[in-house]
């Protein structure tokens, strides 16, 4: 199984891949649209038109393509038309401030900028001139296009430039390292075709767009897409909509778990996961109601790297709020101490991660090496800021920096 979405649209044309929550319309071209539900093969098709208009733009592989909007059925169809024309897709977080903003396009010097007109005023402290919001991306022209020969000429460049909280640093993945995502979250968690998630979190972070969006496409699930995540409305979609798996953060946990209408809403949900650390008095308000929560930890440079298993009591559970449970599959996983010695059994040390599912590296900074912009684990400390909180990829490790605790069994505890 790939990333391929006409691949899924060939195989199921007609099963809903999202389902748009917003109070408003969806963005996309009318045509192509069934009022506020996307098949399979209606999200190919607006990927596919979006391919042929970026086409027309002069977009091609290697070229980077940014977008600033809050959740849209238009951001998934345009990591699609990327990879399809072999381009980079770079979404930037609408919570970014003026100032802040400006930090990930200093790195990628895109090619394009497509914007929706709500985010005008962080649009404006943009320091790029070649912009187009995504009515004026949807009236563009359309290129006749050789996907496969776009795709082919990719060659190194990433699928996907994904930045930290304040904008950077800026990690790359690969297709396959991003498919390797997508396949781990149906191992790790039994994410399936029947399963309907709703996103409760921004696009542009690495734990929305990969671990569960293009995760629940990559499985043929159904994915509940909401312009910004609302504990209410997220209860009633939930509802109407028999949602099966929940993921996000310890907030969106709470927040949904202190409206009034939480008991009746969650009745369809079979389990759930949480970004560590969250608190056992969260973790027992869905227990409670025969819903298990894995606790999991990830990074901007690995979405998921370690995750618990489902328990619907306490028993055989760990309750301790900084457990992480165990590397997930395809996900290497060692402590070493401060002197880089890799330390063996029960231990407490700094967090290592390998394997195909971990970021290729940093982007390097726009202007260096430009038939070289993207190499994949090296880290260039020359712009480093402590700020940045980025580890750094060595020998085919990624070091996180974060402490951690393993047990006798073989468990990770966030210290």
């Known amino acids: 199984m790939t990333l391929s979405l006409a691949r899924r649209a060939e195989q199921f044309p007609d099963r809903t891949a999202v389902v748009d929550i917003s109070e408003q319309r969806l963005y996309a071209p009318a045509e192509t649209i069934h009022e506020d539900r996307v098949s399979y093969d209606e999200l190919s098709t607006i990927a596919t038109r979006t391919a042929e208009r970026l086409a027309a733009l002069d977009v091609g592989p290697g070229d980077t393509v940014c977008l600033v909007t809050r959740n849209r059925v238009a951001a998934l169809a345009l990591v ?10 770079a979404p930037i977080s609408h919570l970014l401030t003026p100032a802040s903003v400006e930090r990930p396009f200093d790195v990628l010097d895109p090619d394009l900028v497509v914007s929706e007109a709500a985010q005008r005023d962080l649009v404006r402290s943009i320091p790029f001139d070649r912009t187009v919001t995504l009515a004026e991306l949807a009236d563009a022209d359309r290129a006749a296009v050789d996907f496969d020969e776009r795709h082919a000429a990719a060659g190194d460049n990433p699928l996907l430039a994904l930045h930290g909280d304040t904008g950077r640093p800026i ?4 297709a396959a390292a991003v498919e390797r995502n997508c396949s781990t979250a149906v191992a790790a968690w039994g994410l399936a075709a029947n399963d309907i998630v709703p996103l409760t979190t921004p696009l542009s972070a690495a734990d929305a767009l990969v671990r569960v969006a293009l995760s629940v496409l990559y499985a ?8 910004a995540f609302d504990p209410g409305d997220t209860l009633a979609a939930i509802e109407s909509e028999s949602a099966t798996f929940l993921p996000g953060r310890a907030t969106t946990l709470r927040d949904l778990a202190a409206e009034s209408g939480f008991d009746a809403a969650v009745d369809s949900l079979e389990r759930a996961v949480c970004a560590a650390p969250v608190s056992e008095d969260v973790i027992a308000a869905y227990r409670d109601r025969a819903v298990p929560v894995a606790r999991v ?4 440079e690995c979405p998921t790297a370690l995750s618990q298993g489902f328990e619907t009591g306490t028993n055989g559970a ?3 709020e900084t457990a992480v449970g165990r590397p997930v599959p395809d996900c290497r996983v060692r402590l070493v101490d401060d002197d880089g010695t890799v330390l063996d059994g029960q231990a407490t040390g700094r967090l290592q991660l390998s394997g ?5 590296g940093y982007v390097n900074a726009a202007g260096t090496e430009e038939e ?3 190499e994949p684990a090296e880290l260039h ?3 480093h800021d402590e700020a940045d909180d980025r580890g750094e990829f060595a020998d085919g490790w990624f070091d996180a920096g974060d402490r951690v605790r393993r047990d006798a069994d073989g468990r990770y505890y966030l210290q």
């Open 381 to 383: 400390s020359e712009d």
């Open 220 to 227: 043929g699930g159904t994915l509940l897409l909401d312009r």
């Open 171 to 174: 990690a790359g993945y690969s």
């Open 80 to 89: 699609f038309a990327c990879r399809r024309l072999g381009a980079t897709f």
């Open 297 to 300: 930890y990830g990074r901007l």
């Open 372 to 374: 070289n912009w993207y």
């Open 318 to 320: 760990d309750t301790d």
């Open 356 to 360: 195909p599912m971990v970021a290729d």
